[in-house]
């Protein structure tokens, strides 16, 4: 692994190329990663593809180009890859039109979903703002995304010979990862027969339905590799009893009505999220220290000159909040009072998905959004509207905030200024939501959402899913679930207690527990023996795996990430056609 270098002093950073490059880079990851997360029912991190992105603009027509330049955009990358993701609210909102039950006629126009993802996302990175010193400098999460995306950085801007092996490592990564997903993506747009093969062996009596095996993912594979081991076995046993132990036993006694993911789903998730959200706030309240001295940094004359303004954070927040109000309440109806305990309620939920990330490089938005759901299945029974805008307001802070802090991890590895790190991604935050806003309903309109042989968004069927169940209030919650939320809150707070003594090499990570139950379980085995390979590696050959290690893995990460913008891409110019 290259030592990263820090900045020189003069270095140039926040410059009019970069600035332009991240706007078109932004654009373009905000046209087509609609389409990816739609199809493939998840979504790549975009930092290491808008790091590559950059250097073809930066480094081939400028030979004075550097990563701190490149950090901009890859920044600004991920910041609209993020705010993109959120397509999925737009997809729920169509499923639930689709159902005459429900009464649902809302068809959300692209100015409105602009203004919504705007003004949420750019809520999102703000609150997140003082969290940087918390999470990457004191605690030195590991963030994998952003790691990666450092390594990347460093290496495409590395002229010594002594970068070749680094820089071939990386390649030979990215190579093969290009291939094994140019592989899947023929089978998903040519035909049924490879499709039919997303697992290389099944494992329990529940293997085929609950999707239980070993994935065709490098991307799952490198991150596992940068994660580690136990958090990678911790995930392992919470994919375990989500998909092997759990399904049948709630069959058996009627907690569940068939025995398929979904349904599983709705019941599991209670539990994990519960673990999640208990682990995560448990762990900020036993560092109440470190958190008092990363408020008192940024206020006042200690703030140093590199941060993000603690006075901008509070003024840009309350103006941001406001225009969120605002534009719930005349797109949407949804009262100002439910806006403001929507914004309140989704800065703990912030707090515990900026850690998952940190720690397993998996963003729980679905699941903190869900959680949303639950309690505005309280406060507004049977109003779907406000329960699916509430989640969405969740799910854009969250996944804006982690964007936001991947960033932060990369600018932390190459010396970046925080400052101009949060200016990229505040500037690409309305450039990703215009492109959404515009591609989805192209996207729609061609392939339909839903149905046999539409864009079946997964995680927009669940989040549809869940508004109508609660839209009878909690009663209708799956038998157990509540009793369920229960006990993943104990389990939660008593695993992260016990990760702060002594004993935390014997204990099982709450993050790594909760996450693993709702992640699809062959993505979890394959990062769990992405980890038992990095293991294997460092004993074998300690040195090698040092310098080559992150790289490699990063090269699995590019690779499949590449392939998966490109492809988007491809059909929309009408290269490449869907069967």
Request: glycine share 10%; with cysteine; aromatic share 8%.
């Amino acid at each position: 692994m290259i030592e990263p270098a820090r900045k020189p002093s003069g270095a140039r950073e926040f410059t009019l190329r970069a600035v332009l490059v991240s706007v078109v880079v932004a654009a373009l990851i905000g046209a087509a990663y609609p389409y990816v997360v739609l199809k493939l029912g998840f979504g790549p991190r975009m930092s290491v593809v808008s790091a590559v992105f950059g250097f073809l603009a930066l480094g081939i027509l400028f030979r004075d180009y550097n990563r701190w330049e490149n950090n901009i955009v890859q920044s600004a990358g991920t910041a609209a890859g993020a705010t993109a993701f959120l397509c999925v609210l737009m997809a729920a909102f169509d499923l639930l039109r689709a159902d005459p039950a429900l009464s649902f006629t809302l068809q959300v126009t692209p100015l409105q979903s602009f203004a919504w993802l705007t003004t949420a996302g750019l809520l999102g990175v703000l609150l997140a703002v003082p969290m940087r010193r918390h999470y990457v400098v004191e605690e030195k999460l590991r963030f994998p995304d952003g790691m990666a995306a450092g390594e990347t950085l460093i290496v495409l801007d590395s002229r010594g010979p002594e970068s070749r092996g680094v820089t071939r490592a990386m390649g030979l990564g990215t190579a093969v990862s290009t291939l094994v997903m140019t592989l899947r993506a023929d089978a998903r747009l040519i035909g049924e027969a490879w499709y039919r093969i997303p697992e290389l062996w099944r494992l329990g009596p529940t293997g085929a339905t609950m999707n239980v095996g070993v994935g065709w993912s490098l991307l799952s594979f490198g991150s596992g590799m940068i994660v580690g081991l136990r958090v990678n076995a911790s995930m392992l046993a919470g994919a375990l009893v989500s998909w092997v132990v759990l399904p049948p036993l709630l069959l058996g006694r009627g907690a569940i009505p068939e025995l398929t993911r979904r349904d599983v789903i709705l019941w599991v998730m209670w539990p994990a999220t519960g673990m999640l959200v208990a682990g995560g706030l448990a762990a900020l309240l036993l560092r109440w220290r470190i958190l008092v001295t990363t408020f008192k940094s940024f206020s006042g004359s200690a703030i140093q000159a590199d941060d993000f303004p603690m006075k901008w954070v509070v003024a840009g927040s309350l103006a941001c909040t406001a225009a969120l109000a605002a534009v719930m309440r005349l797109s949407f109806g949804i009262p100002v009072w439910m806006t403001l305990v929507a914004v309140g309620l989704s800065l703990p939920l912030m707090l515990v998905g900026i850690r998952v990330v940190g720690e397993t490089n998996w963003g729980p938005v679905s699941a903190l959004s869900n959680m949303m759901q639950g309690i505005f299945g309280v406060l507004a029974p049977g109003h779907v509207m406000a329960n699916m805008t509430a989640s969405g307001v969740t799910g854009s802070v969250a996944v804006e905030s982690e964007g936001l802090m991947q960033a932060y991890k990369t600018g932390d590895m190459i010396g970046a200024t925080p400052r101009c790190v949060t200016y990229a991604q505040l500037l690409a935050i309305p450039v990703g939501a215009l492109a959404v806003s515009y591609a989805y309903p192209l996207l729609r309109d061609t392939y339909g959402i839903g149905g046999e042989n539409g864009l079946q968004s997964p995680i927009s069927q669940k989040w549809a899913g869940f508004a109508k169940l609660l839209s009878a209030g909690l009663s209708a919650l799956p038998p157990g679930a509540l009793e369920a939320l229960v006990v993943g809150v104990v389990l939660g707070v008593l695993l992260t207690v016990l990760e702060s003594s002594r004993h935390k090499q014997w204990t099982p990570s709450a993050t790594g527990l909760g996450i693993g139950m709702l992640v699809p379980a062959n993505a979890v085995i394959t990062m769990f023996l992405g980890a038992l390979a990095a293991t294997a590696w460092g004993k074998l050959a300690r040195q090698s795996a040092e310098r080559y290690l992150v790289p490699v893995a990063s090269g699995f990460i590019a690779g499949e990430a590449l392939v998966a913008v490109v492809v988007p891409i491809l059909v929309a110019l009408g290269i490449v056609h869907l069967r």
